[in-house]
């Protein structure tokens, strides 16, 4: 199983910016499916999940901001991230069920 996270960059405070996240290996249809963060010098944290059947749920600081989405078709999940602050600043990583990680990718916000 691989993940591959896309959709990094560097972007000004108020931007946005679409993470994707492509399983191969296998199918992500029946996992679930969630974005994680981490700072530097931080723990990695949850950032948003989707289950198998679309419910979602976010970390309270991105509500309003940020959506999980999926496509099984594609075998891809997907963040958009509107509205990004500075504080959004960090390496984001997409996780499969409870074993599988990508590699992350690097999100810049600059103010």
């Known amino acids: 199983v691989q993940l591959q996270a896309s959709g990094g960059g560097l972007v000004q405070a108020g931007g946005s910016l679409r993470l994707s996240c492509a399983a191969s290996?296998?199918?992500?249809?029946?996992?679930?499916m969630a974005w994680y963060q981490q700072a530097p010098g931080k723990q990695r944290e949850l950032v948003a999940r989707?289950?198998?059947?679309?419910?979602?749920h976010y970390a309270d600081s991105r509500k309003g901001r940020f959506t999980i989405s999926r496509d099984n078709a594609k075998n891809t999940v997907y963040l958009q991230m509107n509205n990004l602050k500075p504080e959004d600043t960090a390496r984001y990583y997409c996780?499969?069920?409870?074993?599988?990680w990508g590699q992350g990718t690097l999100v810049t916000v600059s103010s």
């Open positions: 996780k499969m069920g409870l074993d599988y």
């Open positions: 290996g296998t199918s992500l249809s029946r996992a679930m």
């Open positions: 989707i289950s198998p059947t679309g419910v979602t």
